[in-house]
């Protein structure tokens, strides 16, 4: 499986921004996909995530309500909704997925989102 972040850019602080993934490859059997980020000089953060039907979807306590979450299984497409950003939003916004197991196994490269005050 192989993953595609994109949608990345500089924005002011109060502006939204969306992100999307694209899944390819050997999609069958995907189940949980998430967002996760990496500010500079800090640890890689969980962000959001999304069950495989999308009934089910979880956030860090940083964004929520402020990012939703959602997914395409017909398009194998993953997107991230942020709105009212702040600077300490900005980060590298990888996409992640797993299929059986607890562990996300396939990574994307990661979309640099820049938060301007």
Excluded: H
Excluded at 63 to 77: L, P, Q
Excluded at 90 to 98: G, K, L
Aim: proline letters at 2%; one cysteine or more; hydrophobic letters at 35%.
């Amino acid at each position: 499986v192989q993953l595609q972040a994109s949608g990345g850019g500089l924005v002011q602080a109060g502006g939204s921004l969306r992100l999307s993934c694209a899944a390819s490859g050997r999609t069958l059997g995907l189940d949980e996909m998430a967002w996760f980020r990496r500010a500079p000089g800090k640890e890689r953060e969980f962000v959001s995530s999304i069950s495989r039907s999308g009934g089910t979807t979880s956030y860090a306590d940083s964004v929520k309500g402020r990012f939703t979450i959602s997914r395409d299984n017909v398009r194998n497409m993953m997107n991230l909704q942020m709105d009212s950003l702040k600077v300490e939003d900005t980060a590298t916004y990888y996409c992640a997925a797993r299929k059986a197991g607890p562990t996300y196994r396939y990574w994307g490269k990661g979309t640099l989102v820049t938060v301007s005050s």
